[in-house]
């Protein structure tokens, strides 16, 4: 399993995002590689808790790269400032939250075994 704080700590740009689907639900997010200047990472949705798990790698035979729009494009090029896990009422770890430089936001949600994606604007 990765840290969110080693991600952050790198102080590394994000370079490339990757969506994957399960075979049987092309247009729903199931997980998503983040591509930094000098590692990798995922974050995938674990279907028997509906909970988001982000780690250094995962088994890809069950999923399918696509090209599903993902918010993570708006970021290429930005450093990694600040992440957040958050744990839902039912104490389930079921969102991330990103911010980068220029204060790009970027929310995952675990819904119904699909990531959510919200872009976070500040009023």
Do not use: P
């Not at 999923?63 to 957040?84: D, I, M, P, Q, R």
Request: one cysteine or more.
């Amino acid at each position: 399993m990765v840290k969110l704080s080693s991600i952050v700590d790198s102080c590394e740009k994000l370079k490339h995002a990757q969506s994957y689907s399960f075979k049987e639900l092309l247009n729903e997010v199931a997980a998503i590689k983040l591509e930094f200047e000098t590692f990798s990472c995922f974050i995938r949705v674990i279907e028997d808790s509906d909970e988001i798990e982000l780690c250094n790698r995962i088994n890809l035979n069950e999923l399918v790269a696509t090209e599903n729009s993902l918010f993570f494009h708006k970021c290429y090029g930005l450093k990694l400032c600040w992440a957040w896990s958050m744990v839902n009422n039912q104490g389930y770890s079921d969102a991330i939250k990103f911010e980068f430089e220029n204060c790009q936001i970027v929310e995952l949600v675990v819904n119904a075994s699909s990531i959510s994606q919200y872009g976070v604007i500040e009023l």
